[in-house]
């Protein structure tokens, strides 16, 4: 099992920034992929960007050039900085954990923060 905090959401000028952060209750060396996905209202949830083990970095054709993630294995941890931020940008936040072995896989969430950005 795997708890994640998120922090770092907030309401936000149209043209600013925030950094988002997940902190993970263990070890995330073992985990695959760390996430950012989002949820506006009336919306699916829609990844925005994730990194995998290696670093490879994946990111949503409307963030790119924007928003950049990261991970630090040392400290549990990944970020999310947003830059240029849009009113469509807005949305809850959440982070998530995959791994996957075989045919076996893990998929934890946490419970989200609010990003609003105001036009």
């Known amino acids: 099992q795997v708890q994640l905090v998120e922090s770092g959401g907030g309401l936000v000028q149209a043209g600013g920034s925030l950094r988002l952060s997940c902190a993970a209750s263990?070890?995330?060396?073992?985990?695959?992929?760390m996430g950012w996905y989002r949820q506006a209202p009336g919306r699916q949830r829609e990844l925005v960007a994730s990194?995998?083990?290696?670093?490879?970095?994946n990111y949503a054709g409307s963030v790119k050039g924007r928003f950049t993630t990261s991970r630090d294995n040392a400290k549990n941890t990944v970020d999310l900085q947003m830059n240029s931020l849009k009113p469509e940008d807005t949305g809850i936040y959440y982070c998530?954990?995959?791994?996957?072995?075989?045919?076996?896989?893990?998929?934890?969430w946490g419970q989200g923060t609010q990003v609003t950005v105001s036009s």
């Open positions: 263990r070890s995330i060396v073992s985990i695959d992929t």
């Open positions: 998530n954990a995959f791994k996957r072995r075989g045919w076996r896989t893990e998929d934890y």
């Open positions: 990194v995998a083990n290696g670093g490879t970095t």
